[in-house]
């Protein structure tokens, strides 16, 4: 009954940003690590980046200085900050999620698209 759903994909310019939302419903155990992958057409999903309980996180090195990886525990909510958006970003975008079961839950995606 664990539900993962993603917001605030849609187009924008290269250099520019978006926030990406992605909000968990239903009973989970508890929630360790979550994070963001990405997939490009004929490309193989790769992982973003990821944050644990405790706050670390960790971005690929594509993104690194770029995005920006937070979460809210109360609300059940991971978000992503993309900054400096280039062309190679674009991709659909997934949220997931880790419960202390270390059973994994993922989002349906959100198109990111960046283009002039």
């Known amino acids: 009954q664990v539900q993962l759903v993603e917001s605030g994909g849609g187009p924008v310019q290269p250099g520019g940003s978006l926030r990406l939302s992605c909000a968990a419903s239903?009973?989970?155990?508890?929630?360790?690590?979550m994070g963001w992958k990405r997939q490009a057409p004929g490309k193989e999903r790769e992982s973003v980046a990821t944050?644990?309980?405790?706050?670390?996180?960790n971005y690929a090195d594509s993104v690194k200085g770029r995005f920006t990886i937070s979460r809210d525990n109360a609300k059940k909510m991971v978000f992503l900050q993309m900054n400096s958006l280039k062309p190679e970003d674009t991709a659909v975008y997934y949220c997931y999620l880790r419960d202390g079961r270390y059973r994994d839950y993922w989002g349906q995606g959100t198109q990111v698209t960046v283009s002039s």
């Open positions: 239903g009973s989970i155990f508890n929630i360790g690590t």
């Open positions: 944050i644990t309980s405790g706050g670390s996180t």
